[in-house]
């Protein structure tokens, strides 16, 4: 029944820009540089840059052909391949609450931003540090600006594909990219900014541990939306004869460019204002209102300009998280979109007041040692992604028909795919290994074990219970 009324993307490029949309977020501009700063900078970006073109663009264009060939959203593309691997979906699901478990916290501290930039948080550059501290500890204010961040993707995701996600993704996208470009000329521009772009491309092999490839594939999972049936859910609703693994590329490439860009605007400046590389998850909020301060009046504008872009990249990327918990509500449970999107987002809101509040009044309540925010982050970011990855790549490449595969990425010859065989290769033998072997390395060298214990478990229960889900 669901297949009459499954709605498409108005346009190819509307796709294009959603999906991109969806890839595009907080993962860049707010996670990769700080991911970097604390993994060494430039010996993580070359091995970022590995991770996403040997392995993410493969498992997309997997994802993609999934999402498309079966017509329907994540756990139900994994189920009609076989009801073993239905778990697979369900964990995709479940990262998808896990990871709106945190996201809006994080999109609304980018929303609250804007106004600070106008407020006077720019008039003394010596305090922005400190005030971001502050403001996340505090325990009513992130959770208005978050709870503001959450009804705003509710208002989206309820009106559905075309109306909502396409058109928001279509505008928003291209003013990101660039206010981006504007910011990072400005911050290269500061005196004493070449030490941080050789932090950012010459690489220091000695900072290089099993830890630093595990953080290079999740953010690269993380930042490309893959592992969580994300790009499948998006891909059952692109038209027949679009072209496959030219998307693909396209929204790998365009990812990519916007972390680089991330990390030009912030490092020079960082290392031109004399802090610290490794400032953590404040990183974005510390040393983007600093180099705005420095500017004069301009820089009260850039900076509100630099925060809308900030969240409108967040918003883009949330609405495609909740899609997914929305779409599988609809096509497997049967409910009507209004009711998949308030149930779901509101377990979410419950789920981020937790998280905020693990980062002030609450930092004492921790299970298996992280709070609540740290605990979503790591299970998705370091367990349920690669994972999800891991086994997307095993079931396209040896439980799924090879001819069928082509076809779907050819478009029945229509449009040639000239890798198609290295592709198909890279699926079946080297990607499951080489995210295996990074997995089990950096997950050996973790603190966290009792989490990664705890991820393994859900795992192997959803596994156990798939064929009743
Ligand atoms: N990729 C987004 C970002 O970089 C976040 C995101 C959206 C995501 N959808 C996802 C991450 C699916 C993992 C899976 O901010």
Not at 13 to 19: R, Y
Request: proline share 3%; net charge neutral; hydrophobic share 55%.
């Amino acid at each position: 029944m669901e297949q009459n009324v499954r709605e498409s993307w108005g346009s190819r490029i509307g796709f294009l820009m959603a999906a991109a949309g969806s890839a595009i977020g907080l993962g860049n501009i707010w996670r990769f540089p700080y991911v970097a700063g604390d993994n060494g900078g430039g010996a993580f970006l070359i091995i970022y840059l590995g991770c996403v073109f040997l392995i993410m663009l493969n498992v997309m264009m997997a994802e993609l052909a999934l999402g498309r060939k079966s017509q329907i959203s994540a756990v139900g593309a994994y189920k009609r391949v076989s009801r073993r691997w239905t778990f697979v979906g369900v964990m995709g699901v479940l990262s998808g609450f896990l990871i709106m478990g945190f996201y809006p916290v994080v999109g609304g501290w980018a929303t609250a931003y804007i106004f600070k930039s106008f407020t006077g948080l720019l008039v003394d550059p010596a305090a922005i540090a400190g005030h971001f501290e502050v403001f996340i500890e505090n325990p009513v204010e992130p959770l208005l600006w978050m709870l503001l961040f959450l009804v705003v993707n509710v208002l989206i995701v309820v009106k559905g594909i075309k109306a909502g996600i396409e058109v928001a993704g279509k505008i928003l996208m291209p003013l990101l990219f660039v206010l981006l470009i504007v910011i990072s000329i400005k911050s290269m521009t500061l005196e004493g900014a070449g030490a941080g772009l050789s932090f950012l491309f010459k690489p220091d092999w000695d900072a290089v541990s099993g830890q630093t490839f595990l953080a290079a594939i999740g953010q690269a999972f993380f930042s490309l939306s893959l592992g969580m049936g994300c790009m499948v859910t998006y891909g059952s609703y692109l038209n027949k004869g679009d072209r496959l693994p030219q998307n693909a590329f396209m929204i790998v490439t365009m990812d990519t460019i916007v972390a680089i860009l991330a990390g030009l605007a912030l490092f020079p400046a960082l290392f031109a204002f004399g802090m610290k590389p490794t400032e953590g998850p404040g990183l974005v909020f510390s040393v983007a209102p600093a180099i705005f301060a420095a500017m004069g009046n301009i820089g009260i504008v850039l900076s509100g300009l630099f925060f809308v872009a900030l969240a409108i990249a967040a918003l883009t990327s949330s609405v495609s998280l909740l899609e997914v918990v929305v779409a599988y509500m609809i096509d497997e449970r049967g409910l009507k979109r209004k009711t998949a999107v308030v149930f779901s987002a509101s377990i979410m809101g419950i789920m981020c007041i937790a998280s905020s509040l693990s980062l002030g009044i609450w930092s004492h309540v921790k299970v298996l040692g992280v709070g609540a925010f740290d605990m979503f982050d790591f299970l998705t970011d370091k367990v349920f992604l690669a994972i999800g990855g891991f086994f997307t790549a095993i079931m396209v490449g040896w439980f799924m028909d090879k001819k069928a595969l082509k076809e779907e990425l050819n478009n029945q010859g229509e449009t040639p795919f000239k890798l198609f065989e290295g592709w198909y290769f890279l699926i079946k033998y080297v990607i499951p290994f080489a995210i295996g072997a990074v997995a089990i390395t950096g997950i050996r060298s973790v603190e966290e074990t009792g989490v990664v214990v705890l991820g393994m478990g859900i795992i192997a229960l959803l596994a156990f219970i798939s064929k009743k889900l």
